[in-house]
């Protein structure tokens, strides 16, 4: 039985990946006070912001995203993977307190953009972490942690974010980043695999011996420096082996698939669409029915990767997550045709629900904790920092069009769009994805090194 020093250790460090949800949630919000539909003699800005702005100000968070890996890349490797989280706190701070101060659209242009380089950074380091200090039977749990806890950042602001001033609500989300640096920073160790890359024998005894709750850990010592023979790599490397070639395909495969399910469209523009629906329930409701049930989703996904395994929670989340899109496009599709709707009102807040529910047991959690376990150390942090950049590219560019997508196609067909990239997803998880469940990362090598499939 692990101790209970490691499942503290994963919760504090995932303090940071709750606030990352406070920065991916955050767009709802904060959007209605901006452009004066809500409470418009505290709205910062004056003018109002125009519809392109405030598509900029929620794109730019993941614009700034792409760049995090970029830059955590160059120093994950030789800091390690403590010291490059508590620095990436550093930018996502500082653009809280400029947002809860700033009376210009440009300052929230910057602002978001600076806090999508500390997300992006928290992406791509946090799935490594939570990796390296895992063991085999648990690395999948661990590995969608980061998610619940983001998904709670999310529906944190759903619940708190519509009843408080922006400046008032900006400084509330410092909290948990105040938290983190003092209980991640103080008590939680550095991952195992780099203080073997380090030659530090002593603290990897140590820090192996306090995560297992255990001072039998010569085995896995002997595991973990097996692990890192030829430890040093790099972009050639990546693409020489075979195994990694297709680790890289899964992981930038996946990580399409998670961005062209729409989840950022959604999540940034859930009042909108909830607006548009014109159902009973106020927006601030629904909101929080949908933050709700997406944190005990990813809690219910958390326990059941180790034991139903990945591939069938993936191919669970695609087909839920297309057949809910399809319902949720044929409603607005019904309504722009001038069908009557009124008595299908209940319909948008029930397909959002089958859609959080369904992208949540494999779509969301999953990519990531596949990203952790698909490579080599000598690869690891710069196979995780490519991924990690077509990730942020696809999200940036699914939340910037979202609304000029609408216009054109449609809002029913804009979701039939995203329905389709979950029936290739589905085929692609079919064909290519094998399963790793419980498989040391020897084992998932040469698992890849053989087939695609499992």
């Not at 006070?33 to 003699?41: A, E, H, I, M, T």
């Not at 125009?50 to 030789?78: C, N, R």
């Not at 030829?230 to 395909?249: D, I, P, Y």
């Not at 209940?346 to 959080?356: A, E, Q, R």
Request: charged residues 15%; glycine residues 10%; neutral net charge.
């Amino acid at each position: 039985m692990s101790s209970f020093y490691l499942y503290y250790t994963a919760c504090v460090a995932n303090l940071i990946a709750f606030t990352v949800g406070l920065a991916y949630g955050l767009a709802s919000p904060l959007l209605p006070r901006l452009n004066g539909s809500v409470d418009p003699d505290n709205n910062p800005l004056d003018p109002p912001p125009t519809p392109s702005e405030e598509s900029l100000i929620a794109s730019l968070l993941s614009l700034g995203a792409i760049f995090g890996p970029l830059l955590t890349g160059l120093f994950v490797d030789k800091i390690g993977r403590k010291k490059t989280l508590l620095i990436v706190a550093l930018p996502i701070i500082a653009s809280f307190l400029t947002m809860a101060f700033a009376h210009s659209v440009v300052l929230y242009y910057i602002a978001r953009l600076v806090m999508g380089v500390g997300a992006g950074s928290v992406f791509t380091v946090m799935p490594m972490y939570l990796g390296e200090i895992s063991e085999d039977r648990n690395r999948g749990t661990l590995g969608c942690l980061m998610s619940t806890f983001i998904a709670s950042g999310v529906l944190f602001d759903y619940a708190v974010g519509p009843f408080l001033t922006v400046q008032c609500y900006c400084l509330v989300c410092l909290a948990p980043l105040g938290a983190f640096l003092a209980l991640f920073g103080g008590w939680a160790p550095e991952s195992p695999q780099f203080l073997a890359l380090r030659g530090d024998e002593g603290r990897l005894r140590a820090c192996l011996a306090k995560l297992r709750g255990s001072r039998d850990v010569d085995k896995e010592i002997v595991g973990v420096r097996e692990s890192l023979k030829g430890a040093q790599g790099g972009l050639r490397e990546l693409f020489q082996s075979r195994a990694s070639r297709k680790g890289l395909v899964i992981t930038v495969g996946l990580m399409v698939l998670q961005q062209m399910a729409g989840i950022n469209a959604v999540n940034s523009y859930l009042q909108t669409i909830f607006d548009a629906t014109g159902s009973g329930l106020s927006p601030e409701i629904s909101s929080i029915i949908i933050g709700t049930v997406q944190v005990f989703t990813t809690v219910l996904t958390s326990s059941l990767v180790d034991r139903s395994g990945r591939r069938i929670l993936l191919l669970f989340s695609m087909v839920g997550s297309g057949v809910s899109l399809v319902s949720l496009g044929s409603y607005f599709y019904l309504k722009s045709n001038s069908f009557q709707v009124d008595t299908l009102s209940w319909l948008p807040v029930m397909s959002l629900v089958v859609f959080i529910i369904s992208f949540n047991i494999g779509l969301g959690p999953i990519p990531w904790a596949v990203m952790a376990e698909m490579f080599p150390p000598n690869v690891k942090s710069i196979a995780s920092t490519f991924s990690s950049i077509v990730c942020f590219i696809a999200a940036f560019t699914i939340t910037l069009i979202f609304p000029s997508l609408a216009e054109v196609l449609g809002m029913g067909q804009a979701f039939w769009f995203f329905a389709t990239f979950c029936a290739l997803g589905a085929v692609f998880v079919y064909c290519v994805l094998p399963e790793t469940k419980g498989k040391s990362m020897q084992e998932i090598q040469a698992l890849l090194d053989r087939s695609f499939v499992k």
